[in-house]
């Protein structure tokens, strides 16, 4: 049995939607979105996004579909970009 599972996550590096099984404190399989596997918990992620701690936070939100794509050349204006875009945000976005 597996010990969590995530259904339907975006993932960080490609944007695909993926099922993420995991047992033990690690993750044991990635897969195409499918069938139901018995765990003892899960989400049903919805497309959300699906990202590694933030530990290695080096991670482009724009090539995900997560925020739109920019020119930014730099870090401070990718924040600035960033910011202006999530401002309106509602909790539930």
Known sequence: MIDFAVYKARLADSGDLADVLIKEGKIIEI???GSVVEARDFIDAKGALLSSGFVDSH???DT??????SESTTLDLAIKDYSN???DFTPDE
């Open 31 to 33: 897969r195409s979105p």
């Open 85 to 87: 875009y999530v401002k």
């Open 59 to 61: 991670t482009h939100l």
């Open 64 to 69: 995900t579909d997560v925020i739109p794509a």
